[in-house]
């Protein structure tokens, strides 16, 4: 018999798409949380927001996810986890180092990009980034209509080419 699917097993959980389109991403690293019990079977149900996440680096050298929203679990008993708290992050220390280096230099900051499971686990992929201005992101968007503009009339062209 087949095993029933409910909620996220192996993929994406939540993406941060405002990101993507505030910042200029440069590096993206891939970093392990530390999280309750609770909280990973929250996100095996796929309930998670990154939408209002950020990466802070403190004066100990350690790397956190704030601001991250991970619901309570439905099931959970009084043992249930806040659903706004500071996360750890896993990182190599010359990967925190080089970051926490970075990150002073005007402009930039660390974002996160997506909560996914990987081989079981939870991960977060984040990037370096720096903010885009206004200007910057009406030319991305430009450039994005452009780009879907020449396929819809390549398309059309092959359509007409075939005679259909």
Not at 117 to 128: H, N, Q, S, T, Y
């Amino acid at each position: 018999m087949a095993k029933k699917s409910s909620g996220v097993r192996d993929g994406i959980i939540a993406q941060n798409k405002k990101a993507r389109h505030d910042y200029a991403l440069e590096d993206e690293y891939e970093a392990g949380i530390v999280l309750t019990g609770t909280e990973v079977k929250s996100l095996r149900e796929g309930r998670a927001s990154l939408a209002e996440a950020f990466i802070s680096i403190d004066r100990r050298g350690e790397i956190w996810l704030e601001g991250a929203n991970i619901p309570e679990y439905l099931n959970g008993t009084w043992n249930n986890h806040a659903p706004k708290r500071k996360r750890k992050l896993l990182l190599h220390g010359a990967q925190i180092e080089k970051l926490a280096r970075q990150t002073q230099a005007k402009g930039y900051t660390i974002v996160p990009l997506s909560l996914y499971f990987k081989d079981g686990r939870v991960k977060v992929k984040i990037a370096l980034a720096r903010g885009k201005k206004e200007f910057d992101k009406r030319q991305a968007l430009r450039e994005e209509q452009d780009k879907r503009e020449a396929l819809r009339v390549m398309r059309y062209r092959n359509k007409v080419a075939r005679g259909i």
